[in-house]
């Protein structure tokens, strides 16, 4: 069973930066995907950003030039450095990884912009 615990959410003004990790842990295999989701109050869970095991990143249009995403294969950790911050990125953040054709998914961390 893989554990996925994120850490770094917070308070932060708007205009602001936070550093999101996620660390993976109990996996006998090799962790491919990597990702960030957010869910915001009465919303739905959307995409944020997503790293291949090769390195490959994509990001959702409104994050794009604010957030990047990275990972420490070695560490099986990601990151998600997020600057410009608006309060629309208020949400609670969720890292997944997938791990052959099983994905999993952390317990969420709270990420609050205030104006």
């Known amino acids: 069973q893989v554990q996925l615990v994120e850490s770094g959410g917070g308070l932060v003004q708007a205009g602001g930066s936070l550093r999101l990790s996620c660390a993976a842990s109990?996996?006998?295999?090799?962790?491919?995907?990597m990702g960030w989701y957010r869910q915001a109050p009465g919303k739905q869970r959307e995409l944020v950003a997503h790293i291949t095991g090769g390195g490959s990143t994509n990001y959702a249009d409104s994050v794009k030039g604010r957030f990047t995403i990275s990972r420490d294969s070695a560490k099986n950790t990601v990151y998600l450095q997020m600057n410009s911050l608006k309060p629309e990125d208020t949400a609670v953040y969720f890292c997944?990884?997938?791990?052959?054709?099983?994905?999993?998914w952390g317990q969420g961390t709270q990420v609050t912009v205030s104006s």
């Open positions: 997944n990884a997938r791990v052959v054709i099983v994905t999993y």
């Open positions: 109990g996996s006998s295999f090799r962790i491919d995907a």
